[in-house]
């Protein structure tokens, strides 16, 4: 579904991102790991079009997304959750989901029938509904911003980080839902995180990157189970 091919990204002087070449399969849960500064952060922008490459592409189903606007790339389905739980603070939950599903629903019932959905699926919001954001902890921002992504009815998430800062119940809570949702709807899911145990636990593959490249590409489940990997490449 969603492909980098021989990707070459870079801010000033040397590529962040070098030659980088890696396929998603639809309904694919990937985590992207590696340590700061891997450029881990930067595939993501670049596949939501915040980034433009240097080189090489970014495809959708076999379409290239090298032109393609940033809107238009939500439109066919990329959705992006920002490291940093990005919400609009000085509205309230209720508020930030509408928003977020404005473009997709423009007839007010239906919009109205996919925010109860996220309510559903984030109780804690359902209570905290008419809280500004600067109100929420940052648990509760964090599924906020995943909300307001899974309102628009995404076919691809890229998710960057989203366990900083938070407490290990509320990650436990967070990767379960999203494990939970790309059973049940096929969502792809590439999740960049720091966090590897809650990443690996979740993913179907584990892929890592350093110093732009990746330097394994393998099943989640043999990557955690490897001490010789876990240790080489991601210091545990």
Aim: aromatic residues 4%; glycine residues 8%.
């Amino acid at each position: 579904m969603l492909s980098f091919q021989s990707l070459t990204v870079a801010y000033t002087g040397s590529p962040v991102i070098d030659e980088l070449n890696l396929d998603i399969q639809d309904g694919a849960v990937v985590a992207l790991l590696g340590a700061n500064g891997a450029g881990k952060s930067t595939l993501l922008r670049t596949a939501s079009g915040l980034l433009a490459p240097r080189a090489g592409r970014v495809q959708l189903d076999g379409q290239d997304l090298t032109s393609v606007a940033v809107e238009n790339r939500v439109r066919l389905g990329l959705a992006q959750v920002p490291e940093g739980r990005s919400v609009v603070t000085e509205l309230s939950v209720d508020e930030n989901l509408h928003l977020g599903g404005l473009w997709r629903y423009r007839d007010r019932s239906d919009r109205n029938a996919a925010v109860d959905q996220m309510y559903e699926m984030f109780e804690p919001l359902w209570r905290r509904r008419m809280s500004l954001g600067h109100e929420l902890s940052g648990g509760e921002r964090q599924m906020l911003s995943l909300a307001r992504a899974l309102i628009s009815e995404p076919r691809v998430l890229l998710l960057d980080e989203p366990s900083l800062g938070l407490a290990p119940r509320v990650v436990a809570q967070l990767m379960t839902l999203l494990r939970e949702t790309a059973d049940r709807t096929g969502l792809t899911v590439l999740l960049a995180e720091q966090n590897v145990t809650s990443a690996l636990s979740i993913a179907d593959r584990g892929v890592v990157l350093g110093l732009g490249e990746i330097v394994v590409d393998a099943p989640a489940a043999d990557l955690a189970a490897d001490p010789a990997l876990r240790q080489a490449y991601l210091g545990f």
